[in-house]
């Protein structure tokens, strides 16, 4: 719960007023449910749903379960909005008729002053799948993203993938999107925390999820109508997957891991 009052925080501030904000207390050990309840108390906008810990896949099924909206958003519990992120996204989204609208975003390990930018130049994109794999623009994050929660529909994330369970996701709803609205102007704040990378890159279900989710993308690719390059990309992506579990097998001295995937 250490960053989790100032994420709050940023989207109690959002500029975009009529929102809920469905808080999924997973299970945590620490002062977060406290947090939590400040938020809801005050504001009736925020909604808290206890659940004993199942992962943050679950934990973001039971949000979508619940939610009520016309648009959907995801945000990390460590990470911080600018302020008028959903104004932005959202208008992006009505005035350009997409199902997605997407943000830049920074990689902070403290943050910055957060500033409001009002002009942000959008982008259209025709078949949205066919920019997943451009680094330029990030479009395999969750967060950074409004998304019309019809295209979401009956989307969820996948339960037996611990991590990149995201890309997941995103892959299969922008397989279904038909445009995508895209601006660099800088919305979201990601917080790195040095401990907690490490942790994960040390893990043997970080790779192996990495593993599982990837080569479900590229099934997805695969057997829909992406451009030929971009299913390339899906390939060599899942195959640069599968040569990293092996490389964190044998650094690990466990070379029998990787017969589990």
Not at 114 to 137: E, G, R, W
Not at 154 to 174: C, G, K
Request: hydrophobic share 40%; glycine share 4%; with cysteine.
């Amino acid at each position: 719960g250490k960053f989790l009052d100032m994420l709050l925080e940023s989207i109690e501030k959002q500029t975009y007023r009529d929102f809920e904000c469905i808080i999924v207390n997973d299970g945590s050990t620490d002062n977060s449910k406290e947090i939590c309840r400040k938020f809801a108390d005050r504001d009736e906008r925020f909604i808290i749903i206890n659940q004993n810990n199942a992962g943050v896949s679950a934990a973001r099924n039971t949000g979508l379960d619940k939610a009520k909206g016309k648009y959907i958003a995801f945000a990390d519990s460590d990470d911080v909005l600018e302020v008028d992120m959903y104004a932005t996204l959202i208008k992006a989204l009505i005035d350009l008729d997409a199902d997605v609208a997407s943000c830049n975003f920074i990689h902070e390990e403290k943050i910055s002053q957060l500033t409001a930018n009002t002009n942000s130049v959008f982008k259209i994109y025709q078949q949205p799948i066919d920019s997943f794999y451009n680094d330029d623009i990030s479009l395999d994050a969750l967060w950074n993203k409004v998304y019309r929660a019809k295209i979401i529909g009956q989307i969820r994330f996948a339960p037996d993938i611990s991590y990149t369970e995201d890309q997941l996701f995103v892959a299969e709803v922008l397989l279904r999107a038909k445009t995508l609205a895209l601006t660099k102007a800088v919305k979201y704040h990601y917080m790195k925390h040095g401990e907690s990378l490490s942790r994960r890159l040390g893990s043997y279900d970080f790779w192996l999820g990495h593993v599982r989710a990837m080569h479900q993308v590229y099934e997805m690719v695969e057997s829909s109508s992406a451009l030929t390059t971009t299913k390339i990309m899906a390939y060599e992506k899942y195959g640069r997957s599968i040569f990293s579990f092996v490389l964190f097998s044998i650094k690990e001295k466990n070379i029998s891991m990787y017969n589990k995937i």
